[in-house]
Nanobody
Framework: VQLQASGGGLVQAGGSLRLSCTAS????????VAWFRQGPGKEREFVAG????????LYQDSVKGRFTMSRDNAKNSVYLQMNSLKPEDTAVYYC??????????????????WGQGTQVTVSS
């Protein structure tokens, strides 16, 4: 299973970006898909996650009200719409999928598959 993340770029503070993550390869259970990020000199952190079957979402407190995660079953894709971006959102963003388990967890070891990451840079 491969996860392909895209959509990163350079944007000014207050701007918007939309990240995409598409799954390809052998059919696999994708109970939960999440976005994590790792900023310069920081540890990887959970940003948002979605339960594939129900569409239920979970967000990190710092992005609530600004980021929205969604999925498209037909395209095997999830999206992260990021609005009102701040310089502290600067990071490499990774999508990840859980093969087993139905809960959106916030810890990276819970996820079995990872995309390659896409850089998001927010200038002040």
């Amino acid at each position: 299973v491969q996860l392909q993340a895209s959509g990163g770029g350079l944007v000014q503070a207050g701007g918007s970006l939309r990240l995409s993550c598409t799954a390809s390869g052998p059919t696999v259970s994708r109970n939960v898909v999440a976005w994590f990020r790792q900023g310069p000199g920081k540890e990887r952190e959970f940003v948002a996650g979605i339960r594939w079957s129900s569409g239920a979402t979970l967000y990190q407190d710092s992005v609530k009200g600004r980021f929205t995660m969604s999925r498209d079953n037909a395209k095997n894709s999830v999206y992260l719409q990021m609005n009102s971006l701040k310089p502290e959102d600067t990071a490499v963003y990774y999508c990840a999928a859980r093969k087993y388990g139905a809960a959106v967890t916030t810890t990276s070891p819970s996820y079995d598959y990872w995309g390659q990451g896409t850089q998001v840079t927010v200038s002040s």
